[in-house]
C-alpha cells in the first residue's frame, strides 16, 4: 500500500481502493485498508491522525505489518474507491509539534550530551524525556536557541540514505529497523531516523516554549508547546494574570509579590481571629454556672473555627463532670457542635442526637461531633 503522506505531506485529501475489511476486535466496528493513505498512523509515540473515510469519521489508525488499519463504524465493501480527508488543522499542528520536538533534542543533545528516552505527542500533550537533568538556566537558553532556529527558517529534509550512507552517519535514534530508514536533517542542529510527518521548514513551526521540566527516572521531562498551542496557552495565561492583577489592583509583572503579601495578610488574620475566639470563648464560659451548680456546661456561641470549639470542650471536660457542649453555628444555619466528657458516654449522646433531632455525627466514648439543625431550646432538653 502507498502511503501518501510520504509522498506528499501536504496531501490530505486522496482517493483509494478498499482491498479489505474486517470487523475489530472490540466494539461494533470494522478495520479497513486501502490500497493507498494519506492518514499517518499511531506510530513512534504520535497519535493518529483523524478525519474522514468514505463518510465516516475515522476513529483510529494503526499501522500492523506495514499495513495501514483504519477503524470506522459501518463497514465498507472490499474493491470500492472511496475518498479519505485528513483532518488538515490537526495535522499541521502535529508537524509543529514533532518537528519543534526534533530541534529541542538535538539542541539539548549537541549541548549537553543527553538523549531523548521518550517522546509522546497527542491533541493535549507533548512531553519528552531525556537521560540526563536540565537546570532552569540550561533549559531557557535550549528555549532561546530552538526561537533562534524557527527565525532562521532552516529547512527540514527527508532522506532515504543507503545501508552504507548510514554506517558513516552520525544521527540520533539509531535502532535496528528493518528496511529503509528515513532521515530527518535540520542542517547544523538534528540528524534523526524519524518516520512522522514534518513541516518544510523550521519557521512553520512558529515558536517553541517550554511550559515545564520536572525530574524523571534520573533525568528530566520537558513539556512542549509549538506553534498556535504556544499562542493559545499565553493567551489563557495572560487572562489568569490579568484577572489576577485586577483582583488585586497589582501590576501584571508584581503579582507574585501581592499574592505573598496577601498570603502572609491572611495569616496574621487568621492570629487575630484565633486570639478573639480564645477571647471571646473565655468571656462565654465565665457566664455558665458553676460547676457545683451544674453536673453539665453547655454553650451556644456564633460560628467559631473548630479547633477553638475543641480547646473550649477540653477545658470544661476538666472543670464539669457531667456532658461538656459547644454548639457553633445558629438555629437557621444549623450549629457545628462538640461534646466531651470525663464520665459520661458521648456515643451514647450521639445516638439520641441521631434519633431525635436528625444530627449527623460520630466519634468514642470521651468526645463526639458532628452536626446539627434544631432549636437551641430542643437540645437544651438533652442536657
Ligand atoms: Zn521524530
Known amino acids: 500500500m502507498r502511503k501518501l503522506y510520504y509522498e506528499d505531506i501536504h496531501r490530505t485529501d486522496f482517493k483509494a481502493a478498499v482491498t479489505s475489511c474486517e ?72 508537524m509543529q ?7 529541542v533534542s538535538g539542541l539539548v543533545h549537541a549541548r549537553f550530551g543527553y538523549n531523548n528516552v521518550g517522546f509522546h505527542l497527542s491533541t493535549n500533550e507533548v512531553t519528552l524525556d531525556f537521560d540526563g537533568e536540565l537546570t532552569l538556566d540550561q533549559f531557557r537558553e535550549i528555549e532561546l536557541r530552538a526561537n533562534e ?42 540528524v534523526c531516523a524519524c518516520c512522522a510527518p514534518h513541516v518544510n521548514t523550521t519557521g512553520e513551526i512558529g515558536m517553541i516554549k517550554i511550559t515545564n521540566c520536572q525530574s524523571h527516572r534520573g533525568g528530566v521531562r520537558l513539556n512542549i508547546l509549538c506553534g498556535a498551542r504556544a499562542l493559545a496557552d499565553y493567551n489563557k495565561k495572560q487572562d489568569s494574570v490579568s484577572a489576577i492583577s485586577v483582583a488585586l489592583s497589582a501590576k501584571q509583572d508584581l503579582i507574585a509579590d501581592a499574592v505573598l503579601k496577601l498570603k502572609e495578610d491572611m495569616l496574621r488574620q487568621q492570629e487575630r ?22 453536673e453539665h456546661a453547655l454553650l451556644f456561641v456564633d460560628k467559631m473555627d473548630t479547633i477553638a470549639i475543641r480547646n473550649t470542650v477540653n477545658t470544661l471536660v476538666e472543670r464539669y463532670n ?10 437557621t444555619d444549623g450549629y457545628q457542635f462538640i461534646v466531651g466528657s ?22 468514642n466514648t470521651p468526645m463526639i461531633q458532628g452536626s446539627v439543625t434544631a432549636a437551641a431550646e430542643r437540645i437544651r432538653e438533652f442536657f
Open 342 to 363: 470525663k464520665t459520661k458516654d458521648c456515643k451514647e449522646l450521639a445516638q439520641i442526637f441521631r434519633t431525635e433531632l436528625g444530627a449527623k455525627c460520630g466519634g
Open 273 to 294: 481571629i484565633n486570639n478573639l475566639q480564645a477571647n471571646y470563648l473565655e468571656l462565654c464560659i465565665s457566664t455558665l454556672p458553676a460547676p457545683s451548680e451544674s
Open 322 to 331: 457531667g456532658y461538656s457542649a459547644v454548639f457553633s453555628g445558629s438555629e
Open 23 to 94: 470487523p475489530a476486535e472490540t466494539g461494533d466496528l470494522y478495520r479497513v485498508v486501502l490500497d493507498a493513505t494519506a492518514f499517518f498512523p499511531e506510530e513512534g509515540g504520535q497519535s493518529a491522525d483523524i478525519g474522514t473515510l468514505d463518510g465516516q469519521d475515522v476513529l483510529d489508525v494503526q499501522i500492523e505489518n506495514e499495513l495501514i488499519y483504519h477503524t470506522v463504524k459501518e463497514a465498507i465493501a472490499v474493491g470500492k474507491t472511496v475518498e479519505g480527508h485528513v483532518d488538515r488543522a490537526q495535522r499541521f499542528d502535529f
Open 149 to 190: 532556529i524557527i527565525y532562521q527558517n532552516l529547512p527540514v529534509e527527508i532522506s532515504y540514505p543507503s545501508k552504507e550512507d548510514l554506517e558513516s552517519l552520525s544521527y540520533r535514534s539509531k535502532i535496528e529497523i528493518e528496511g529503509q530508514v528515513r532521515i530527518v536533517t535540520i542542517p547544523e542542529v538534528d
Open 97 to 103: 509539534q514533532h518537528s519543534g520536538e526534533h530541534v
